[in-house]
């Protein structure tokens, strides 16, 4: 009998560890990701919403959550960048709610808990989350409402004052020259890194669902002269995310020299540190002007190049400084500029798959194009008829507080889900494969 309960304790010791080891971490090798020892390239996508849909408050949805995460995992997207929680109070304009951090160190018990099922979830379908922890934009507090939590001075919404983009970013920017706003923010990064999952019982910072901890939603310095302090408060944030875990990569959440004050040059200075694993881009053609609201078809092709062309500039950086790069945010509108799941997506489902060729492409040669993350899983929500625009009650999707929902997000019915899949599983395969003629 004594030999018998060795046996299963042999065999439970031996289960745990196998177990523990496809949990493995995701690292990096030169230019490549790694998992379990092999190359890792995906198709991913962004789900900032995860978190309020795990949660049990007013946003709270466990059932429609565990739904969608099937419905991800069934379609092999198993990469998911996730905003970690907002700042600020609740019901404020064009911002998401309920929000985490309500006040400099206060935070919303419920909107923890909801992240934590989240993970614990993932966990169960073998998922990787990319946390993202500030945000350039007023759709979730961010850099805006820290410089207002020390300034008291108003936050300028843009849709509140005819689209005046300029003065929201000159706002934002103060972000980058007061220290009590950084302060608080790193007192933030060092919370949420000490955090235990309520029900993995496991350290944030020893929790392989996580890929990466993600300084911010697309920062930017804002101006030229904002440069040398946005430089500086990037490395110095990295460095106090590597000083806290050892076991994370750790990117910054850039568009690229888009959002490095559109100069290539900047978007190297602020990137060639060590404590920054992986480099990201975000591309929006009809944000940056590449594509003609009212004649899509005739201006796709050309945007298209221009994808190809921003692509190949920061790919051959990645490649330089051997590390592994990531398109997580890409996105094109419906048909017709329409918001509904009936509107058709063949632009988009065109434009979807010539991202996907490219990645395909990567994983094949074993380049340093990692992944791709479209923006964004709509899954099952839809939209109010009445109203283009969120408000607290309606279902959360893809699409942001400030944006038509339904203008970029994916729906479950949609025809871009089959392509998805498709190119979901030729990506895997092919990282896993070696390259012809290779050891």
């Not at 978007?267 to 540190?273: G, I, L, P």
């Amino acid at each position: 009998m004594k030999r018998i309960y060795l046996v299963l304790a042999l065999l439970c010791v031996a289960f745990t560890q196998l177990h523990a080891q496809k949990k493995s971490f995701v690292k990096t090798d030169g230019h490549q990701f790694t998992l379990n020892g092999k190359p890792y390239y995906y198709i991913g996508t962004n789900y900032w919403y995860g978190a309020l849909l795990g949660s049990t408050g007013e946003a709270g949805n466990r059932e429609r959550l565990r739904k969608e995460l099937d419905m991800l995992k069934k379609a092999g997207v198993t990469n998911l960048r996730i905003l970690a929680g907002a700042e600020g109070p609740n019901n404020q304009p064009y911002r998401v709610s309920p929000g985490l951090q309500l006040s400099p160190g206060v935070y919303n018990d419920t909107v923890l808990a909801g992240l934590d099922f989240l993970l614990a979830e993932m966990d169960k379908r073998d998922m990787k989350a990319v946390l993202y922890l500030n945000n350039a934009w007023e759709w979730s507090g961010g850099f805006s409402q820290y410089v207002n939590w020390n300034t008291n001075v108003p936050i300028p919404y843009a849709l509140a004052n005819n689209n005046d983009w300029a003065s929201f970013m000159k706002y934002s920017g103060r972000f980058h020259q007061c220290a009590p706003c950084k302060q608080q923010f790193a007192d933030h990064v060092k919370f949420m890194l000490g955090r235990t999952n309520q029900f993995t019982k496991k350290k944030y910072t020893n929790d392989p669902v996580i890929m990466s901890w993600q300084i911010a939603n697309e920062p930017r310095a804002f101006s030229m002269a904002n440069v040398p302090a946005y430089d500086q408060w990037i490395k110095s944030t990295a460095a106090l995310i590597k000083s806290l875990d050892k076991n994370h990569l750790v990117s910054t959440g850039s568009e690229g020299s888009h959002g490095s004050e559109s100069s290539m040059d900047v978007f190297k200075q602020v990137h060639t540190d060590p404590n920054i694993d992986y480099f990201t881009m975000h591309i929006w053609p009809r944000n940056w002007g590449w594509l003609d609201n009212q004649n899509l078809a005739g201006t796709l092709d050309a945007a298209i190049t221009k994808t190809m062309e921003y692509m190949d500039r920061h790919i051959a950086f990645a490649r330089e400084q051997k590390k592994p790069i990531v398109l997580e945010e890409f996105g094109l509108q419906r048909d017709n500029n329409e918001f509904s799941p009936s509107a058709k997506t063949t632009h988009r489902d065109r434009y979807y798959q010539r991202v996907f060729e490219r990645v395909l492409s990567s994983a094949q040669a074993k380049d340093a194009l990692a992944g791709a993350n479209f923006w964004a899983f709509n899954g099952t929500a839809r939209s109010n008829p009445t109203c283009h625009f969120w408000k607290p009650g309606d279902d959360l999707m893809g699409d942001p507080p400030q944006e038509e929902q339904g203008l970029y997000g994916v729906f479950d019915t949609d025809s871009t889900m089959p392509l998805i899949a498709k190119y979901s599983k030729l990506v895997s395969q092919a990282g896993r494969k070696k390259v012809k003629g290779g050891k």
